[in-house]
């Protein structure tokens, strides 16, 4: 049942999310809330949102911010996605730029506060809010405040700003002027931010009341203001995202179980129930659109068409598969509608290591099910066994190996089921469950035994 509202919920997020994408078009002006703490939740929101603005031709995104400040890694993914991005970003202090806040305003093309704000102050602190030792500050203050000099120089912001915000023991000099002095960090007012100083605004271009005055100010059309909200469900994409092996595994194991059982039953849902999951958690997180799934069920598709309709022609079902595999694969893949493709180790490191471990330990656990389940009274309904009592109807099957040693490849018997590929058949005086090379056989088809290994009986068509 938990599974299963989970998905529901999920379902629910898609189409609120895919909703809140069909919003844009080109030439709008997105504003986004970066509100709260920055976290990878954060970043997966922008992401998505920053990806449908590419696709959609938007003419500017607008970070609608007010944070403390938050996580640094997170921070330093989104600087990377709004450096890289085709779409301009502004950012509208409103009302607190604190900390991570204040260096990802710095990746956007220009800066502007709300009539009382502040932004700076963005010294790394642990994640239980206490200082980090001596040592490891000095490394972290000096890596991040390097990486995000060159983010402030790129987009003409004044660089020393980010050695105020981050470093204490450096004092921040700018044309002449001392702006901050050794032993503080900076945080600058509306008014101070707004300052000329050397020629320039010493970091924000003016002061506007509201996202609208912003973007006149900006020159973008404040009529094409489209608001752009969460699903709400980014951090349960987060743990999805992080869990995708095992929710892949699951797929898969519950394919194999449902493939050797006839009919359409619990092993059939539970792994429906898997995929859905994982593309429903990767496209929250947005590195998917609806594209791969669709790839998926077509795959699928292609697969159980063959398999029903034409078995034996195996390029279809190849076909199927590699589409599957390919979807599965480029799920996690980290690509952006409007940049060029960049192939390398770093964004496919993600995809081959989750589906490396899920195929393997769905390789595995597979040998072990075929191997250990069959002798579980609970799952011999599940595999292929030997012999059974004859009788009017169809009795329990049998498991024990010994009894089908009479049986020999060349007899000959009647299919008493659907063969889809197992099923049950007569041969001889004897009922076995038996399963065919992948071939379809209706109930009553002649049918001849073609191999026997260990418990599996292998049968094909008679004539």
């Known amino acids: ?55 959609a031709g938007a003419a500017a995104i607008v970070l609608d911010m007010d944070t403390p400040g938050g996580d640094l890694k997170a921070t330093e993914k989104i600087v990377q996605m709004l450096t890289k991005s085709p779409v301009p ?26 009539p009382i704000s502040a932004i700076g102050a963005a010294a790394p602190v642990a994640g239980s809010g206490q200082e980090i030792p001596e040592t490891m500050n000095a490394k972290i203050v000096s890596y991040f405040s390097g990486y995000f000099r060159s983010v402030a120089q790129k987009n003409g912001y004044h660089p020393e700003l980010v050695d105020g915000f981050m470093n204490l023991d450096k004092e921040v000099k700018i044309a002449g002027e001392v702006i901050n002095p050794k032993g503080s960090l900076l945080t600058l007012s509306a008014q101070e931010a707004t300052r000329v100083i050397g020629g320039k605004p010493l970091l924000a271009s003016g002061i506007a009341d509201d996202v609208p005055a912003l973007a006149g100010l900006c020159g973008l059309d404040a009529s094409r203001i489209v608001n752009f909200e969460p699903s709400g469900f980014e951090h349960v994409a987060q743990w999805i995202t992080t869990l995708a092996p095992l929710f892949l595994l699951g797929g898969i194991i519950g394919a194999y179980l449902e493939f050797k059982a006839p009919g359409f039953g619990v092993a059939g849902v539970l792994s429906a129930i898997c995929f859905l999951i994982f593309f429903g958690g990767h496209y929250i997180a947005g590195l998917t659109g609806l594209e791969m799934p669709a790839i998926f069920v077509i795959g699928i598709l292609c697969i159980l068409i063959e398999l029903i309709f034409f078995p034996g022609i195996v390029v279809l079902a190849l076909a199927g598969a590699a589409m599957a595999v390919t979807a599965l694969f480029f799920t996690m893949a980290d690509f952006y509608p409007a940049q060029p493709i960049q192939i390398s180790f770093e964004m496919f490191r993600v995809p081959m290591l989750n589906l490396s471990i899920a195929l393997l330990s769905s390789l595995v656990v597979i040998t072990i099910l075929a191997r250990f389940l069959p002798s579980i009274p609970m799952f011999k309904g599940l595999f292929l066994s030997s012999k059974a009592s004859p009788g009017p109807s169809i009795a329990p099957v049998v498991t024990e190996l010994g009894a089908a040693a009479n049986l020999q490849p060349g007899d000959t018997g009647t299919a008493l089921s659907i063969l889809r590929p197992s099923g049950r058949a007569q041969i001889g005086e004897g009922i076995f469950d038996v399963m065919t090379n992948g071939e379809f056989l209706e109930s009553g088809t002649p049918v001849r035994v073609l191999a026997i290994t260990g418990s599996s009986i292998v049968v094909g068509r008679a004539s």
């Open 1 to 55: 049942m938990a599974r299963f509202l989970l998905v529901a919920a999920l379902f629910a997020a898609m189409f609120g999310a895919r909703a809140e994408e069909a919003k844009i078009s080109a030439g709008s002006v997105v504003v986004l809330p970066v509100d709260g703490m920055v976290s990878q939740a954060q970043f997966f929101f922008l992401r998505r949102a920053l990806k449908g603005c590419e696709s």
């Open 89 to 114: 970003a502004y950012t509208y202090v409103n009302t607190n730029a604190g900390s991570a806040g204040a260096l990802i305003a710095l990746s956007t093309k220009k800066v502007f506060m709300a």
